[in-house]
Nanobody, 120 residues
């Protein structure tokens, strides 16, 4: 059983930056494909970014391309989401997820989420 804990959320002005972190415990982190999702109020949870086991492959939703960067440090059991040029529409609860399928949309474990609020 893998436990995921996100951190780094907060309130930021439009145009600002945040770096989210997600630390895993209870499993072999390097065996998991990692992803970030987000859910805004009254909206469905949506894919944000994903990274392969070694970090060599990444995938982004169109909404974050050029602004968001996903990375991982397997020695620290942590995946990051660097978010730059934030917009009010990025406001959401951000979740990290871990999976073994290799699919950017299918995950086995989820964190509790961290709130990101971008003011205009």
């Amino acid at each position: 059983q893998v436990q995921l804990v996100e951190s780094g959320g907060g309130l930021v002005q439009a145009g600002g930056s945040l770096r989210l972190s997600c630390t895993a415990s209870g499993g072999s982190f390097s065996n998991y494909f990692m992803g970030w999702f987000r859910q805004a109020p009254k909206k469905e949870r949506e894919f944000v970014a994903a990274i392969s086991w070694s970090g060599g492959l990444t995938n982004y939703a169109d909404s974050g391309k050029g602004r968001f960067t996903i990375s991982r440090d397997n020695a620290k059991n942590t995946v990051y989401l660097q978010m730059n040029s934030l917009k009010p529409e990025d406001t959401a609860v951000y979740y990290c997820a871990a999976g073994t399928s290799g699919s950017v949309y299918q995950y086995d474990y989820w964190g509790q989420g961290t709130q990101v609020t971008v003011s205009s």
